[in-house]
C-alpha cells in the first residue's frame, strides 16, 4: 500500500499493463493508493467503518496511528486487505467483460 504498488490503474498504466490510469468506479484521473484508500466513493463504507474504529485518518497520519496501538493495526490492515481483495475480483471481472468484447 504504501509505495504505491500492486492493484491500482495508475502504477499498471505506468508499467504498461493498461492504457488509462483512471479509476473506474468513480472517474477520478488517478486510481492509485492514496486516491483509493483515502478518497475514492467507491470504498466510503469501509472509510466509515474504519474511521470509527480508529479516528479520521489521513496520509500523514496513517502511520503513527497503525503503530500507535497492535488493534489499530489490525483494523487499518484488514481494511486495506478488503479492499484490495474487492478491487481484484472487481478487475478481474471487468477484464473478462472487455476480453469478450
Known amino acids: 500500500m504504501l509505495c504505491g504498488h500492486g492493484l491500482f490503474r495508475a502504477y499498471l498504466h505506468k508499467i ?10 468513480c472517474g477520478n484521473d488517478r486510481d492509485d493508493a ?6 475514492c466513493s467507491r470504498w466510503i463504507e469501509e472509510r466509515q467503518k474504519l474511521q470509527s474504529e480508529v479516528g479520521v485518518l489521513t496520509p ?11 488493534v489499530h493495526w489490525e483494523v487499518i490492515a484488514s481494511y486495506v486487505e478488503t479492499i484490495l481483495r474487492q478491487k481484484k ?10 476480453t469478450a468484447t
Open 16 to 25: 504498461g499493463k493498461l492504457e488509462k490510469p483512471d479509476c473506474v468506479y
Open 34 to 39: 492514496l486516491h483509493t484508500f483515502f478518497e
Open 60 to 70: 500523514e497520519t496513517i502511520i503513527n496511528v497503525m503503530l500507535g496501538s497492535g
Open 89 to 98: 475480483v472487481e478487475e478481474t471481472k471487468l477484464a473478462a467483460r472487455e
